[in-house]
């Protein structure tokens, strides 16, 4: 334990794709304060997914300085920084000025399926899933670094002085609150660009070419991977948090998953807000898969080998809520699905399958379309917002089916958090379908707790992993309570409802 005097507050930022929340906690792991601001999302054509890396560095500057002022402390009770992120979102800037030369392509951004297909078609994709972990998808942050080389001439300029950089999120604030001194990201970030070999941990600068990038140009552009548990410098003076050390570091759902201490093989974690995504912990070996998941790195602790897990990534999940409630506004809030979903019995023979940017895992159907089908007249408003709510739940089978497949092990039991969590209804559901055990977590803030767990570590507020697991609290289990044969009837009708989704984009499929 740290001496007495101490400060003992850690502070976890917490970098999503459509908000910024800081929060801190305290030793016992109790949030103490938990500030939020939304930055806007711009889409510039159809299928682009663009943020302004400005904006979210100003909001990281202010809510920082909100936050210390709401909880009425000062930097100096704060032991540390813990950073997660939106992952494989690409910033580019000019290391001399610290300016983004470009908007950030953010994950679900899908403007260079044509150069996936073609990479795909020219048989790229086996080399590139046996080194890096990941199929050829434009979700990965490789194809984005392409395009920004390719269509901004600054870009192409910088590199050739050797003054441009690439990073993820995490790499961007870290950058900015170390006064542009340190360029970095951890190895769970890392492992989510297409560039690093997911075996060695180390940067494969030669796979740049696969995507049409001069590796001499990534060597440069490239910031430094450490371990997610990692002394990564002190934030700059000039700032609320001037002298903290930042010492945790993870992607978005590692962090969730490390906060839902899922720290040994065959455990895992499904977080349900804009996206859903699964983490099954696969131990000290990366399980390469046969059923369309990822091989991820779940978290890397000093001096230690990381620690992998098979990744269900489900692209639209709580962001369906939103587009009930703002494009086709049936609902007033995200919150009011409950009550529409509640208006009927069930999903009355309706299947939604919200393949808005195609199908993530397990299918990778850049072709697939958004598609309600199984409508008659007899259905409502509240069919729709039962099918739309059912989605995330089949979705979520879908990934699972995958890993059983994959590990050969049937899954025991299934730790949840996320926004959507609340929807106790989908809880039920999700265990009816899925036919396990759900355990909700008390907090279903686990991303930002995630981060503050391995920043904590990191200086020593706990001394293990294993004190971290007597932090975890329940927040209510739902068991399965549904007909076997109701069961498998409701899983065909959404398997046919996928196979009418797939194809309908055109001939894109990666
Ligand atoms: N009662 C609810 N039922 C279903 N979905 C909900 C409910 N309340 C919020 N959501 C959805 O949860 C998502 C927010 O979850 P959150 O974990 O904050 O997401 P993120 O971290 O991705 O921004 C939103 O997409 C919202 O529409
Ligand atoms: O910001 P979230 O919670 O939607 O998570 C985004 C993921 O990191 C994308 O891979």
């Known amino acids: 334990m740290v001496a007495a005097s101490s400060p003992t507050i850690i502070m976890a930022l917490d970098l999503g794709t459509t908000s910024t929340r800081v929060a801190l906690y305290d030793a016992a792991g109790e949030a103490v304060t938990i500030v939020a601001r939304e930055h806007r999302q711009y889409f510039p054509h159809p299928g682009w997914v663009e943020h302004d890396a400005h904006e979210i560095w100003s909001n990281i500057r202010e809510l920082t300085a909100l936050a210390l002022a709401r909880a009425q402390l000062t930097a100096a009770d704060i032991a540390t920084i813990g950073i997660t992120n939106q992952r494989e979102t690409v910033v580019a800037w000019d290391a001399t000025t610290s300016r983004p030369i470009h908007r950030a392509i953010v994950w ?6 044509g150069v996936i297909a073609d990479l795909v078609q020219a048989g790229h994709n086996a080399t590139v899933q046996q080194t890096t972990g990941l199929n050829l998808s434009a979700y990965f942050s490789a194809s ?54 997911i075996t060695t941990g180390q940067w494969d600068y030669e796979l740049g070419a696969v995507f049409g990038i001069d590796p001499d140009v990534l060597e440069v ?48 974690k499904n977080t349900y807000g804009t996206g859903c995504f699964l983490l099954y912990n696969t131990g000290s070996k990366p399980v390469f898969s046969t059923s369309g998941l990822l091989t991820t790195v779940a978290y890397q602790l000093p001096d230690a080998a990381p620690v992998y897990a098979l990744e269900g990534s489900v692209a639209q999940a709580g962001s369906v809520v939103q587009w009930l409630r703002d494009q086709l506004g049936i609902i007033r809030t995200s919150a009011e699905i409950e009550s529409l979903a509640n208006s009927v019995d069930d999903h009355g023979g309706v299947y939604f399958v919200p393949a808005f940017s195609g199908l993530f895992a397990p299918w990778w159907r850049a072709d697939a379309s958004g ?32 890993v059983e497949t994959d590990t050969g092990h049937k ?22 379908i899925l036919d396990v055990e759900v355990h909700r977590s008390a907090d279903v803030e686990t991303t930002a707790r995630g981060a503050a767990y391995a920043a904590g570590l990191g200086v020593g507020i706990w001394a293990s992993t294993d004190e971290l697991r007597d932090l975890w609290r329940s927040g ?10 109701k069961r498998r009837r409701l899983i065909a009708g959404w398997h046919r409802a996928i196979e009418h989704a797939i194809g309908w984009s055109g001939d894109q499929s990666s």
Request: a negative charge; charged letters at 15%; proline letters at 3%.
């Open 221 to 268: 552009a490239l910031p430094a991977i450490h371990p997610s548990v990692y002394n990564y410098g002190t934030v700059a003076p000039g700032l609320a948090i001037a002298g903290v050390p930042i010492t945790g570091v993870l992607g978005d759902q590692q962090a969730a998953s490390f906060g839902q201490t899922i720290f040994a093989a065959g455990e895992a």
């Open 371 to 402: 598609t309600i089908i199984g409508l008659t007249s007899y259905a409502t408003a509240g069919h729709i917002a039962r099918a739309a709510l059912d989605a995330t739940a089949y979705q979520t089978l879908d990934v699972i089916s995958a």
């Open 144 to 197: 984005k670094m392409a395009w920004i080389l390719e269509h901004t001439r600054e870009a192409a300029d910088l590199a050739a002085r050797g003054d441009l950089r690439f990073g993820t999120i995490d790499t961007w604030i870290i950058w900015n609150l170390t006064g542009g001194r340190v360029h970095a990201t951890d190895i769970t970030n890392a492992s989510r660009t297409s560039l690093m070999n």
């Open 476 to 485: 209510g289990t739902w068991s399965p309570d549904i007909d076997p044969n």
């Open 411 to 432: 899954l025991q039991q299934l730790n949840v958090d996320g926004g959507m969590t609340v929807n106790e209804q989908l809880m039920q559901f999700q265990a009816d």
């Open 108 to 113: 679900q951004d899908s403007r260079t399926d």
